[in-house]
């Protein structure tokens, strides 16, 4: 059961265990009116990583992100690998502002820690929080719209939508 709900390389959840559990909390924050956001994160310039190191120092960064992630979260919220380099974390009865504040918190935390090749990487984080006011679809749509958007403003940034 574990190895069909988690990631093999990073062992972390899975994206299949992510739509589980964001359905799961999709249905939740319904019934109660409590918020939850949902925070969508990518390393930055990651093929870059594997083009002048390789995909094993690529895939070595990825295990020790998975571990700064884990660290990172509540016993309540959830994390995964939502795809290659990006990660989906999950925040039961999270505000836009305690999402915000979690989300520059695991930046820098990210930004700070020394990987073995490249010593050090940065993430793009795109933030969103749920309502009421729409699909689950559309939750994922914005984090992923506010993760370009931080993208596209520099790189190593939090955006929300």
Not at 131 to 154: F, N, P, S, V, W
Request: charged letters at 30%.
């Amino acid at each position: 059961m574990k190895l069909s709900q988690t990631d093999k390389l990073t062992q972390l959840y899975n994206r299949s265990k992510l739509d589980d559990l964001l359905e799961n909390e999709y249905r939740r924050s319904n019934r109660t009116d409590l918020p939850f956001a949902v925070i969508l994160l990518d390393v930055d310039q990651f093929k870059w990583v594997n083009d002048h190191f390789d995909h094993q120092a690529g895939d070595a960064i990825l295990v020790e992100l998975a571990k700064i992630l884990r660290s990172s979260i509540r016993a309540t919220d959830s994390v995964g690998r939502w795809g290659g380099e990006e990660f989906l974390i999950i925040l039961p009865d999270t505000d836009e502002t305690g999402a915000m504040n979690f989300a520059e918190k695991l930046r820098m935390r990210i930004c700070e820690a020394h990987f073995e090749k490249p010593e050090h990487i940065t993430a793009s984080l795109g933030v969103t929080v749920y309502r009421g006011d729409c699909q689950l679809e559309t939750i994922i749509t914005r984090a992923d719209h506010a993760m370009y958007a931080a993208k596209k403003a520099g790189r190593n940034q939090v955006h929300r939508i």
